[in-house]
């Protein structure tokens, strides 16, 4: 694998045009009555029309056997190696609903949660209450006075909001006061170097004072915090590629990983109809478009198997509205898998298929896990997907002499 | 690839029990006449069912065209990069035999040989003399007194022995006098560092004494170092993955690798039934399992092809054992190849099958390199099995936010 550094040496702007589709939470596993997966279950004519005409493959969106959340999933398909670019929650929080971060600003993900008259936790999502009384509940906790840094709450949904701490001598080397379990107390944070020492004083402060203000506010009387970070400053795609990306992405925590990245975010309706419909819009402004489907991932994590294969068949069905621009390179994957059997993200690799006129064609004419797991680019870490990209667009010049 | 310590975070402990079976030396190549390797040859039922049922794929150990030695091969299965992390044939010894390594000692391999009247080395076995005399030929070398470090000579088995100084600022950075042919004369030991001088000189007097002492003592006439070494101080599996890990190895030198990743070792009788029976009989306790059955690698050295295949056999007759506890995730793979054709370890990846609930079964219904190469795990490295079967286990929580 290239560094970063080696392969801006080597990518040239062309006119090409490279669209990535992530279909959230693409794998799956196989139900034991049919021994089919959600994406082998779906009807999906358009997709397998693809992997005829393209080649298909496995991603490891980070390495065997680990399960990745949404950013790693996501930062690995933009080129970025997981492992070494990490993101806090906190920050991924604070993209997704546009907060303007400064340098130095500390970003946390905020719960409001349920807390009984002993301090223990009995729900860490308070019931998940509505977005306006979390907006409510968010205007009375700005007003909390913190000695030395200034306060940012902001509501994010139902019950998330986030949390900025913004001042001098901080940074986001903290511990979470979520313990990530219900019947306990929330936790007392602590720092791991002088700066995180300073920010765990203030979020314990602030924690206190939370406590105080939502006092009378059941079922969301406490609050929980997690993800402490900062800007990790990445690279943007424009200076490792020298493209002129956009992002076509419903759910902000994706806008925001693709803001980190120096994507340009489009308007978009939230389906994925009107999704598919902006990058027709805009199609002639960019070089690279990377589209976002989110229902996969919900369907899956909700363990509703039909539900994820018709939201499959959903995307199927509309992928004309894309492949009708003949894109240079097109390719559709997973950030990871999200198998209806296991309600959640999961370790397996994710299903990928890359079209091009120079993509050398395997003999895949399914677009599933059981045909890409023989496919012609077998299984390959994710963070390697950009380069084929760019190579399929004839973006690439040669490495080395 | 993580590092372990982002492993370490995202392990957690939990009732499931992962079993890890290595078939030592079990990847082979094909005789010329049948096409098949020892494996194909063999008939495996039972492993042929875990085929069929699970996610087959070949390892590599080290990397591609690497033969290992036993440590990297066992390291890298047990989660540790073998290009980071490697032990020295003198502490393996050591570990083998429960030898109680202080801090800061140096072990070494010896090995009783036979030389002519010129020095010159006839046979580096000397004639693989009994244990016995070779216990008689230790306590003469033992009496050896040199100057600045105190002296261990163990009888190991046969021809081998081991050899600590213990003393003060010494390392293994030291050359071997065993010159690994005969026909010429143990090499004089050289060191590559200022510790490692110091180690060389005390091998070298060493050597020049136990050569006087043993004059009269034919075969066993002079002895051969080689491996000098020190503990190398790895995290445990326990630090890492949270598991409470059991061995199961009738060989020393397995057993000592175990040790060295933090297993218990269970005794146990030296048969394959006999070691199975010692995994019924502590299932409870434990909940990794790492079982060694070495004689598909003797025979495989041997040059045996059949009986290497009589060994395969005897393992999958006794297998019912190990697949009637239901472990949550079992393994068989070995550790390297060691085709009989090449009557030695080889560089060819390593067979290996995983089932678990959870493993998405590839099309795989026999257990021999053929199948395997086609199998939904692909060629991946050795060090990765691992974290495959903790996340098989349900032991990992996400990476990332």
Known sequence: MLSLEQLREITRQSESKIVLLVIDGLGGLPKLDTGKTELETARTPNLDK???KGICGLTEPVSPGITPGSAPGHLALFGYDPTKFEVGRGILEALGIDFDLKKGD?????????????GLITDRRAGRISTEENAKLCNKLSRIKLDGAQLFVTP????????VFRGEGLSGDASDSDPQQVGVAPLSIVGYSAKGRKTAKLANEFSA?????LADSHPANMVLLRGFSQHPNLPTMNEIFKLNPAAIAAYPMYRGLAKLVGMKVLNTGPTTAEEFDTLVKHYAEHDFFFIHVKKTDSTGEDGDFDAKVQALEEIDRLLPKITDLN????????DHSTPALLKGHS??????????????????????????????????????????AMANALKLTKFGA
Chains 1, 2 share one sequence.
């Not at 905020?110 to 002993?118: A, L, V």
């Not at 004072?209 to 203000?213: L, T």
């Not at 077998?378 to 084929?388: Q, S, T």
Request: hydrophobic share 45%; glycine share 8%.
């Open 50 to 52: 693809l992997a005829t």
């Open 106 to 118: 500390v970003a946390a993900r905020g719960n409001f949660c349920t807390i009984d008259n002993k």
């Open 156 to 163: 994010v949904k139902e019950h998330r909001f986030l949390l």
């Open 209 to 213: 004072k939370a406590k105080a203000v």
């Open 327 to 334: 894109p240079d390179v097109l390719i559709v994957t997973g």
């Open 347 to 388: 370790w397996h690799p994710v299903p990928i298929v890359l079209y091009s006129r120079w993509c050398r064609a395997d003999k895949a004419q399914k677009f599933g896990e059981t045909a890409c797991a023989s496919g012609g680019l077998g299984r390959f870490p994710a963070v390697e997907v950009m380069p084929l």
